[in-house]
């Protein structure tokens, strides 16, 4: 097993009484696209900006390539950071921004050229070589920053909410981009973002922050299957979440939900004691619906109170009889009118899912 | 339809008027007047200057004196070296105390902005006055630099007291102390409004902290340099009091000049060809400035 990139040990950052990172720790391996992903103030930027060394953590170590940071200033790092603003200088040509940390390369002129050429036919801005940053579109700043940051050939290069700026079409695109990019590259990347699917689709591990806190690391399928909290599940696409009650181990681990009026058969998991309170969840796209009764577990009689439809698929809100709304999400699959969908307003509905799709919270 | 017209272009129209019709009124007019002095002749008469008659329509004699007599040549180099040392100065002062202004936090920097405004709320004479009253052979001031000199080189080299007052350094002195507001506050609020992230990103891609200032911080605010520097050296170039009170007098800067030339030679035409060549000498350069700066932008846009 090869040492890790980044090892982030027991990191806490305070501002004054306020503690905006607490006891963080994380590897991040040698070429990976590595999302912290949290709410707002939650602490991703500051964690960013101690890697970059912009801020000194309260407690805690950072080492990177196996190397203590706490003693290295900002310039001496082999780290890069793209601002979430992008921070171009505004009095040099997208050329100059590019090859300004090369300045401090041992390179001959015609290799720093040559360089600057390179990283811009990489990101597809040669054409704008000789503007100033005032002159090019939101989307070309992005790509010039991006540029000017791995020109240098950092071992790690942090992204502050790299697309945040861009529109919804853009931000697809360059999501891509950027992945080719660092396939190309090879260059390890940490990405800030607070939008869940943004973490999705680039990340190859994820790590969810809540308050200064991290709460679950892992591969995107991982957490979003595996969810080790309340707060992971919802933070990662919606949920329907229950109180409950374990009634039965076995196979099966049998639970008591009151606001389904019923019980609930759940896959085996360790670690439950017969009688302690779990949260029940169960993701609204694991869930069937039928239009006639089905007989076994794990079903549920309502009637469908809301009903949105997108197009590729539909969101139910389901009243129960017990007044519990359970969110059920169905792929479109088949074309129908108006008049013969899978369920209308006010249609009695049964629910099934399957005892796998079942979460056991505990926290 | 009037009520309409005040709404909608009145306004515009009368804000950018006002400064224009003020202009007109208080510096082109007296300017043009100015201007038709130097070209007429000294007379006895009330006011003492005449066209026409017995002397010539046009006199170009003060224009010709302004090269033949060293006195105004060596006015204007007084000048501009004096006001040109002043400004450099009051760059190398000024720029460290408005970089720290910006750096300092919220509180403490409106202290220390009301500090550098301050000296302006007592009268300008009088801070003259004691800067003479500091620089004179017997201040303590002057004892204490007397006896740090007598004590540092040979005995050889041992003065009685150091002479400061009536030279060009005691000029450039009181103009850097008096003018050093006029460079702190513009500089000021050009480095206020860099964005500090600019300063990480070099930092970020490898830059000590002296290459930042370098090369982020200094290329941003020569707008803040060259606004700082005009107001520093055009008044100074023209400075009259400072120079009639602590200034030597055997060297005079070219205010002194035209007052001498208006008041006690009364050549009102001599004086105000010399007041048109200061002029010129001032706004030269900068027009000169505006234009390059002008094309640089245009050719900026077009590329
Ligand atoms: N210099 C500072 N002084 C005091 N508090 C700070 C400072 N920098 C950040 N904080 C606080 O630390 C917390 C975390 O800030 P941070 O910028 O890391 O959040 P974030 O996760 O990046 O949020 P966002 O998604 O909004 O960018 C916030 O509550 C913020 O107010
Ligand atoms: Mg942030």
């Known amino acids: 097993m090869t040492q890790a990139l980044v090892r982030i040990e027991g990191v806490s950052k305070s501002f004054g009484s306020f503690q905006a990172v607490k006891n963080v720790s994380l590897q991040i391996e040698k070429g990976e696209i590595f999302s912290l992903l949290g709410g707002s103030g939650c602490g991703k930027t500051t964690l960013l900006r101690m890697l970059a060394g912009f801020e000194a953590p309260t407690q805690g170590r950072i080492f990177i390539d196996g190397v203590d940071m706490a003693a290295v200033p900002p310039w001496e790092r082999p780290v890069h950071m793209m601002f979430q603003s992008y921070a171009l200088f505004p009095h040099m040509s997208v050329e100059k921004n590019v090859g300004y940390g090369l300045k401090h390369e041992a390179m001959s002129p015609a290799d720093r050229k040559a360089r600057v050429r390179e990283m811009l036919e990489l990101v597809q801005l040669t054409p704008f070589a000789t503007r100033k940053p005032h002159q090019i579109s939101g989307g070309q700043r992005q790509r010039v920053a991006l540029a000017r940051a791995l020109a240098r050939q950092p071992k790690l290069l942090l992204l502050d909410e790299p697309l945040a700026a861009l529109d919804k079409k853009l931000r697809e695109h360059t999501q891509f981009e950027l992945m080719s990019i660092q396939e190309r590259t090879g260059v390890t990347f940490i990405v800030v973002t607070h939008d869940q699917e943004e973490a999705m689709t680039l990340s190859d591990r994820i790590a969810v922050m809540d308050q200064g806190v991290v709460r679950q690391v892992g591969r995107p399928g991982a957490v979003y299957e595996f969810p080790n909290s309340k707060f992971v599940a919802n933070f990662l696409g919606s949920i329907n979440a229950f109180e409950a009650s374990v009634t039965a181990l076995g196979d099966q681990i049998s639970v008591d939900v009151p606001a389904l009026g019923q019980s609930v058969q759940a896959r085996a998991v360790g670690g439950l004691i017969v009688g302690q309170n779990v949260t029940m969840a169960l993701r609204p796209e694991k869930i069937t619906i039928h239009r006639t009764p089905v007989e076994g577990d794990n079903v549920l009689a309502g009637e469908i109170k809301d009903l949105a439809y997108f197009g590729k698929d539909s969101l139910y809100r389901v009243a129960l009889p017990s007044g519990a709304l359970v969110s059920v999400h169905a792929v479109n699959a088949a074309r129908a009118s108006d008049d013969d969908r899978l369920a209308d307003w006010y249609d009695k509905v049964w629910l099934s899912f399957d005892p796998s799709s079942v979460l056991l919270l505990t926290d | ?303």
């Open chain 2, 1 to 303: 339809m009037i009520a309409r017209w005040f709404h909608r272009r009145g306004w515009s129209d009368l804000v950018i008027g006002l400064p224009y019709v003020w202009l007109l009124i208080f510096f082109l007019i007296p300017f043009l007047i100015v201007v038709a002095m130097s070209f007429g002749t000294r007379t006895s008469t009330a006011p003492p200057f005449g066209f026409g008659g017995e002397n010539p329509a046009i006199n170009l004699a003060g224009y010709a004196r302004l090269f033949s007599d060293t006195l105004y040549i060596r006015a204007f180099v007084t000048s501009l070296t004096n006001a040109a040392g002043a400004m450099v100065l009051c760059l190398l002062i000024g720029y460290p105390m408005a970089l720290g202004l910006t750096r300092v936090d919220r509180g403490w920097r409106n202290i220390l902005l009301m500090l550098v405004i301050l000296p302006f709320w007592t009268s300008f004479l009088l801070r003259v006055y004691a800067w003479m009253g500091l620089m004179g052979s017997n201040s303590w001031f002057n004892k204490l630099l007397t006896g740090a000199w007598n004590w540092l080189v040979p005995q050889a080299w041992d003065v009685a007291n150091v002479p400061l007052m009536h030279s060009n350094f005691a000029v450039v002195l009181v103009m850097v102390y008096t003018y050093l507001p006029f460079m702190i506050l513009p500089l000021y609020a050009n480095l206020e409004r860099l964005d500090p992230t600019l300063d990480e990103a070099a930092m970020d891609l490898g830059s000590r902290p002296f290459a930042v200032f370098r090369d982020v911080t200094l290329p941003q605010s020569i707008p803040g340099i060259i606004a700082g520097g005009m107001l520093v050296f055009i008044p100074a170039a023209g400075e009259l009091v400072i120079p009639t009170l602590v200034g030597d007098s055997s060297s005079p800067m070219i205010g002194r000049v035209i007052s001498d030339e208006f008041s006690s030679a009364r050549d009102w035409p001599m004086a105000s060809a010399v007041a048109v060549a200061l002029l010129i000498l001032m706004v030269g350069p900068m027009m000169i400035y505006s234009r390059f700066e002008a094309r640089a932008q245009a050719r900026e846009r077009s590329e």
